[in-house]
């Protein structure tokens, strides 16, 4: 089975599929699976774009539309997470994951599912200390503070997934774990992105958050995006008990630029006697009912339980029974349900509505869903017909206001639970998350760069990259997964579920030998663009000089 991973999709779904297919054409594959890593941008209408933490001048429909309302299908099977640029009204209709489109689903605010018994785990959002203790209460429309608070990681998502013990094959986040960049080739890195260094040196570059849960998960793969870099490392873990140490192959992807590193195939071995289709995960669905009363809608920070004397339950580790009872609660199906419903009127080019307000609706997934395992819809509770718990709302004004910690809520900040974070402080910004702005203005300034450069050695590299030696982790052209291998006899639950028992290790280099590289494939464009116009040094805009800027950083400033 061959897994396209694409790093920060900014709703160039056409691009993203006309790229696959021409890779299929070419390399005399079939891609059985897309992941996209974030900033996916499921934009139904104009409603949807005014709940996008993106400056208006860069607003653009974008072709999301077209696979919402029916006019395109997705050729492949795609499924992924949110970043810190979505159509936030319609990614919280789906709390707990579901179809945004026919052949499209979103994981949710973290979710796990299976396909061909393949475990894939993601968590959406980006990390920002000052939110993360907070429920989701957020709810259109935003005003400048929560249009972006919406997609800041909250807690109780991360405790749920540290109650997972069986393993994960792939995981994804938006942004990087802290610390994975000590495990690759950071000169390179720090070659690509200059003003990265100082972070990088003080490591405080990336989510704490995520770094909690890769040394949790120990997942096989994991795939993330947001530095708009590509980025390859291997982490090998402590061992667990008297397991062998397991082994993280990690990767981030650019965005869907010309001759921008965006695009990984990667082969993954089917597990035998697994089904066809995408498939609910038992495990992750007990400790979904088991964590359903930790659930919060307010902003007030909450703590989850602890083994300290204070709570009654801090343990919610999904047991077997709990798990044969949400088999049961499904008749003993899994295959999740293609229930997908337009719950809001699509784009359409030839009736424009600019003026159209942000849509805010339950999802009837998410309500089947709920009703299936006595969920809480987060999202109805958090609206105006659910429990009024003290939210601070307001309408959208803001959206071109490129100061994120402006319009916080309340003067003072909680402290971060993690003693080297610093992305809660007033007078910093979380290091990783590039402003908005930046973004873009990054990208205006380097595509005369790539234009010009691209053409002439963008074939060229293309090969190069499939001819790296086997087992280079830092060239990750060869990203396949091995067998999972398990000397331990299956439990009865380990045999529904088609997985290994808890305690396993990933296979060292060395058995990767005999696969079959595939190559990287950057997508080609017939833009144009004068170089002159902004320099062939990309001109970045940075906020916060302390952070942004180290000594030998030659970047361009605006």
């Not at 429909?61 to 810190?84: C, D, H, W």
């Not at 990681?153 to 997934?161: P, T, Y």
């Not at 869907?256 to 495990?283: A, K, M």
């Not at 999202?379 to 402006?406: C, F, K, T």
Request: net charge negative; aromatic share 8%.
């Amino acid at each position: 089975m061959k897994i396209a991973v694409e790093g920060c999709c900014h709703g160039e779904l056409d691009k993203i599929y006309e790229t696959i297919a021409y890779l299929e054409k070419k390399e005399g594959v079939k891609v059985d699976l897309l992941l996209c890593c974030g900033d996916f941008q499921a934009v139904r209408n104009e409603g949807d774009m005014k709940c996008m933490a993106v400056p208006a001048k860069y607003r653009s429909m974008q072709t999301f539309y077209k696979y919402y309302s029916g006019e395109k299908r997705a050729p492949v099977l795609t499924i992924f997470i949110g970043g810190n640029h979505e159509a936030s009204n319609h990614l919280q209709e789906l709390p707990y994951g579901g179809w945004v489109a026919p052949n499209i689903y979103y994981l949710g605010y973290a979710g796990v599912i299976r396909y061909k018994g393949i475990r894939i785990g993601g968590l959406s959002g980006i990390f920002k200390s000052r939110d993360y203790r907070k429920g989701h209460h957020e709810f259109p429309p935003y005003n400048p503070d929560t249009l972006r608070s919406v997609y800041h990681i909250r807690n109780v998502e991360v405790f749920k997934l540290k109650q997972i013990q069986m393993p994960i094959d792939i995981f994804m986040s938006h942004d990087w774990p802290r610390g994975i960049y000590y495990y690759g080739s950071t000169g390179e890195l720090l070659r690509k992105k200059k003003f990265l260094r100082q972070e990088v040196e003080s490591n405080t570059l990336g989510s704490p958050a995520a770094e909690e849960l890769l040394a949790h998960l120990q997942p096989s793969y994991w795939f993330s995006a947001h530095l708009h870099v590509k980025f390859a490392a291997v982490m090998q873990h402590p061992p667990k008990g008297n397991a062998p140490p397991r082994v993280t192959k990690f990767l981030s992807l650019d965005k869907c630029l010309p001759y921008r590193e965006f695009l990984q195939i990667v082969d993954v071995p089917e597990r035998p006697g697994s089904s066809e289709g995408l498939e609910y995960d038992p495990e992750w669905l007990a400790i979904l009912k088991a964590t359903n009363s930790l659930q919060r809608t307010t902003p007030h920070p909450w703590n989850p339980p602890e083994n300290n004397g204070l709570h009654e339950r801090w343990d919610f580790r999904a047991s077997e029974a709990a798990m044969m009872e949400v088999v049961e609660d499904f008749n003993g199906e899994l295959t999740i349900p293609d229930n997908f419903s337009q719950t809001v009127p699509p784009y359409e080019p030839n009736k424009p509505q600019p003026h159209a307000s942000p849509s805010c609706n339950t999802n009837p997934q998410t309500t089947e869903l709920c009703a299936t395992l006595g969920l809480t819809d987060i999202y109805a509770q958090a609206g105006p017909g659910g429990d009024d718990l003290g939210r601070v709302q307001g309408s959208i004004g803001g959206e071109e206001d490129d100061d994120e910690d402006r319009h916080s809520v309340g003067s003072v900040d909680e402290p971060s639970e993690y003693p080297s974070d610093t992305s809660g402080l007033s007078s910093s910004l979380n290091p990783d998350e590039i402003t908005i702005e930046d973004e873009w203005e990054e990208e205006e300034g380097e595509k005369g760069k790539e234009e010009v450069e691209g053409r002439s050695n963008a074939a060229v590299k293309g090969d190069e990259l499939s001819n790296a030696p086997v087992g280079e982790f830092n060239t990750p052209s060869r990203m396949v997964l091995p067998e999972p291998k398990s000397e331990a006899s299956p439990t009865r639950l380990s045999n529904i579920m088609n997985l290994p028992p808890p305690f396993h290790s990933t296979p060292c280099e060395g058995d990767d030998e005999d696969a079959t590289a595939v190559r990287m494939l950057k997508r080609t464009s017939n833009e144009t663009q004068d170089p002159g116009s902004r320099g062939t040094t990309p001109r970045i805009k940075r906020r916060n000089q302390v952070i942004y800027t180290a000594a030998d950083d030659d970047e361009g400033e605006d």
